[in-house]
């Protein structure tokens, strides 16, 4: 997957051909931020929210963004943002995660506009650093990753009873028949790993690219040393091992990045706080956590910032078999034309919220929600209403300013600016069984706060919460 998607040698989002965009109706697929304005700016008026919650520090605040894209999510943020004059003051630094060069260039583009991209030792730099830099206890980070962990490596495992197969050696005492050692009378692990097709399907005559893909996934015969090691380090792996032909899906990766939020938000150190215990609210244990070690301890005496993930998979269960690809907004093989297809896999969104907390014991996690529900309660409909009143009004030869705070600026009529404003908010929240709003969740890590024995514990707005200005 990660060859597929970011090798500078054929990778989908690396070396596209020219002319390719991978967004919108031109391209593969069409994200949030592409199909409505309102997506981003609920975003930016989420991390408003969360900035008020937590006392509106005036200083060391900074935006992370994950795989941003064209950027057009961080614009709408930020155009939103800039409404709020003690938070944009407050803000010291936009980064922009991004593999991509083009992509880069892209996002330069729309956000700097001719200010020179330069290359620092960090990465690529005007108002925005494009690379992972080390926690800094001292900053308040308010990190979005919106479609970003679907893009990540997975390992795929299926469970399978203990072998019985016998072997057949010759010594020079004779021939031997013997059982194949197990480990145990349990079902064992096996990874489904890509192998080359036969070759007689690749050769047949009606066999096509798209029909007959070069590569396919099969079941190890043996165990690898991620069977061994990945599906026993969570209680929720372990349960479905006695199951045969359980199959589940697990991305270090991503657990590595959910780590490495939740230490930026609450450090990585034990802090004086009593907090209920559980298996997964162990204390962080000695790992490596992108440009991080876990055991390199991140004191932070108050924890602070936010991290907002929204994405594809299922709310409370393991992913399985949701290794796909998509190309001209089909869903087609992963292994159809590698370099030219976009490769995904649903997240885990407990196993991120397992990652979190036992990296850090200042955070906790809320969520997820499905993103019908948060993008509903943050006011998705009343903002919707609102877009339409300032498009009939401008039309009127009302209000005309539609840059700061109302409708983007496009050349169409009223009917169409309409159209595409109630079209593109009611897609977004869309709770039919393939509908957006039912298959996308939020999700979000905030600083963990004790509370009073009989005190209700706080929820960030989106998940149940409210603030008071």
């Not at 992370?64 to 999510?73: D, F, K, N, Q, S």
């Not at 155009?79 to 803000?91: D, E, Q």
């Not at 009873?161 to 016998?166: A, D, I, Q, V």
């Not at 399907?201 to 061994?228: C, N």
Request: aromatic fraction near 6%; glycine fraction near 8%.
């Amino acid at each position: 997957m990660r060859q597929c998607l970011t090798s500078l040698d054929g990778g989908y989002y690396t070396s596209q051909t020219s002319g390719h965009d991978q967004f919108g109706q031109k391209g593969d697929f069409v994200t949030s931020p592409e199909i409505s304005q309102i997506f981003g700016e609920l975003v930016g008026l989420w991390v408003l929210a969360e900035w008020i919650a937590q006392g509106r520090r005036s200083e060391g605040v900074y935006i992370m963004e994950i795989g941003p894209g064209r950027g057009t999510l961080m614009d709408d943020m930020l155009r939103t943002i800039r409404n709020f004059k003690p938070l944009a003051s407050a803000l010291e630094a936009i980064y922009l995660v991004e593999a991509s060069p083009s992509l880069r260039e892209t996002q330069h583009k729309l956000l700097c506009g001719s200010n020179p991209l330069k290359e620092t030792d960090m990465g690529h730099q005007t108002i925005v650093i494009n690379k992972l830099k080390a926690a800094d206890a001292s900053k308040t980070p308010f990190i979005i990753a919106h479609e970003f962990f679907d893009a990540l490596p997975i390992h795929i495992f299926q469970s399978v009873p203990p072998s019985t197969e016998t072997n057949t050696i010759t010594t020079p005492t004779g021939t031997h028949t013997t059982r194949l050692p197990r480990a145990s009378q349990t079902n064992q692990w096996r990874e489904m790993v890509v192998s080359p097709s036969p070759p007689y399907q690749i050769a047949a005559p009606k066999a096509t690219p798209e029909s007959q893909p070069e590569f396919q996934l099969t079941l190890a015969k043996a165990s690898t040393p991620h069977s061994l090691y990945l599906p026993e380090t969570s209680p929720r792996y372990q349960a479905l091992k006695s199951t045969t032909g359980a199959t589940i899906e697990i991305s270090p990766e991503s657990q590595a990045y959910a780590s490495d939020f939740a230490v930026r938000i609450g450090g990585s150190n034990p802090i004086s706080t009593s907090r209920p215990s559980s298996a997964s609210q162990a204390t962080a244990s000695t790992r490596t956590v992108g440009s991080l070690r876990q055991d390199e301890s991140i004191q932070k005496v108050t924890p602070s910032g936010a991290a907002l993930i929204l994405d594809y998979g299922p709310p409370s269960t393991i992913p399985a078999n949701s290794l796909r690809g998509i190309r001209a907004h089909t869903r087609v093989s992963p292994f159809t034309a590698p370099g030219q297809v976009d490769v995904s896999a649903d997240v885990d969104f407990l196993a991120l919220a397992e990652s979190a907390i036992n990296a850090s014991p200042g955070v906790e996690v809320h969520g997820p929600v499905s993103q019908a529900v948060f993008l509903e309660a943050m006011g998705i409909k009343e903002r919707a209403t609102q877009l339409v009143k300032q498009a009939v009004d401008r039309e009127r030869g009302g209000s005309a300013d539609g840059k700061t705070s109302g409708v983007k600026s496009r050349k169409e009529d009223l009917t169409e600016q309409v159209q595409r404003i109630e079209s593109g908010w009611k897609r977004l929240v869309d709770r039919s069984p393939q509908g957006m709003g039912r298959l996308y969740q939020a999700m979000a890590i905030v600083p963990y706060r004790p509370v009073k024995e009989g005190e209700p514990r706080r929820r960030p707005v989106g998940f149940g919460g409210d603030i008071k200005l």
